[in-house]
């Protein structure tokens, strides 16, 4: 009889219905009577059911490994009182064909990344191409796309205009020491560290303004948190003031995890990589000059990264950002940086020169997720930044110009798409938060 042919997230297919479906053999299980098989095809599971006898008769047997992909046609059921399979029903398979079959090695690799185990051994991310197959894998890149739809519906809401700057350029954004620099044409180019700058410049015509891009950092640092490649949300605000930064970015986070946790497929995948899920409460807010203060004030006190209290003016290192975002347990806005630990577009506090109007969102297993700002808009002030930073002004005329045409009060913000998965997700590392994670010595696959 004809068979319909479905995806496997199709739960409307009537009992009794004769059906056709293309997977491949995410588990095995052969008994004398019969054997089992949960068909795997990107949308879903089901459990297959043949006969062992028939199947032993042929060569097929040798070939029915984990991974082996077949087309297989039969009969829809509801499973059996007491029994156990996914959406609670099975296939009685009549006929089927083996398209591609697979060496039975590879149990181990496709079934090893779960949340208990170390990430981060090489072997997995060589396999990473295999790794991707297993359930937890494709469960966070499911929920990426997720996010990342989320963040444009969001957007799409509060009418920003979503552009596509160049990852080609030959300005730095987040300083020197992390440009991934190559040959353009004969002249020296980067690879964008961040859309911010470009971001700047649309504003005027465009109003506010995001964009979802790559962007790339030579971290020489071997952190959980830390790519080379990776995706960036940005967002440029105009005629705002530092409060309007703070309280937009609170609410584009609440819209994305609202968004995630209507939708019932994000919802469940979420369920399934972190169980224990909850939006968060409103975020704290901590002045970095507190924040200075509430670290030497813990018992013990945690130290800055010489071994000694920290004093104003230095970097909150990733270790004591964890520390102080694991014992706060909320988002936190660590605002009010002094100028020195920041980027040199910043716009300083008008009350306290030493500090600039800048933000960063902690999140607790993971740290910063967000760092932002408003911009310095003074035309003679930003030439003086740039003296400062040690950079020409020369490639910068197209942004400088920002200031020479109608400047404005206006301010935006970075957020590392794998470091909110991670945070959401509650993965160990943004590497498993990425398809093919870029750090420093990985290039491959
Ligand atoms: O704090 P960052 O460096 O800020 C900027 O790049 C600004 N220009 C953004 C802006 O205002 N438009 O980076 C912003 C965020 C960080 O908070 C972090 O989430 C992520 O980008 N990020 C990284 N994620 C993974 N690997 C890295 N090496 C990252 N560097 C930054
Ligand atoms: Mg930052």
Not at 69 to 85: D, I, N, Q, R, T
Request: glycine letters at 6%; proline letters at 5%; a negative charge.
């Amino acid at each position: 009889p004809a068979a319909v042919r479905i995806k496997l997230n199709n739960k409307k297919v009537e009992f009794g219905t004769r059906v056709k479906v293309f997977g491949r053999i995410h588990r095995l299980r052969v008994q004398k009577q019969a054997t089992f098989i949960t068909l795997r095809d990107g949308y879903g599971f089901l459990q297959c059911i043949l006969p062992t006898g028939d199947l032993t008769k042929t060569y097929d047997a040798h070939v029915f490994a984990q991974e082996t992909s077949l087309v297989l046609y039969g009969e829809m059921k509801k499973v059996p009182e007491g029994a156990e399979a996914p959406d609670g029903r099975e296939l009685h398979v009549d006929y089927y064909k083996v398209l591609g079959a697979a060496p039975s090695d590879l149990e181990a690799v496709t079934n090893k990344v779960s949340r208990d185990q170390d990430p981060w051994e090489a072997s997995m991310l060589d396999s990473r191409h295999l790794v991707l197959r297993g359930e937890n894998a494709a469960a966070v890149m499911k929920l990426r796309q997720y996010v990342e739809l989320a963040f444009i519906d969001s957007y799409r809401e509060l009418d920003f205009t979503k552009v596509s700057p160049p990852a080609m350029v030959q300005t730095q954004v987040e300083g020197g020491s992390t440009l991934f620099k190559y040959d353009y044409y004969g002249e020296e180019a980067y690879l964008t560290q961040s859309s911010q700058l470009y971001l700047e410049t649309a504003i005027q015509s465009l109003g506010n303004v995001y964009c979802i891009e790559k962007s790339f950092r030579a971290e020489r640092s071997l952190t959980r948190r830390h790519l080379s490649e990776y995706t960036h949300v940005e967002a440029e605000l105009d005629f705002i003031e530092f409060e309007d930064l703070l309280q937009h970015i609170e609410d584009l986070i609440a819209r994305v995890v609202d968004k995630i946790l209507a939708n019932e497929t994000s919802a469940a995948l979420l369920k399934l990589l972190n169980p224990t899920f909850e939006k968060p409460g409103p975020f704290l807010r901590m002045k970095y000059s507190d924040a200075i203060d509430w670290l030497n004030k813990q018992e013990p006190p945690i130290l800055n990264e010489e071994g000694n209290p920290h004093v104003f003016g230095d970097d909150i290192a990733e270790a004591a950002e964890r520390r102080m975002t694991d014992i706060i347990n909320r988002p936190i806005f660590l605002y009010g940086f002094p100028a020195e630990l920041k980027a040199f577009y910043m716009q300083k506090d008008k009350e306290d020169r030493r500090i600039t109007e800048s933000v960063d969102v902690l999140m607790p297993g993971v740290g910063e997720i967000v760092g932002g700002s408003m911009r310095m808009d003074d035309h003679e002030e930003l030439l003086g930044a740039y003296k400062k930073e040690g950079i020409s002004a020369d490639p910068y005329y197209w942004y400088t110009d920002v200031r020479k045409y109608g400047s404005s009060p206006h301010g935006g913000y970075g957020l590392g798409l794998e470091r909110f998965l991670a945070w959401m997700a509650k993965q160990h590392t943004v590497r498993t938060a990425c398809l093919y994670p870029r750090f420093m010595g990985r290039c491959k696959p």
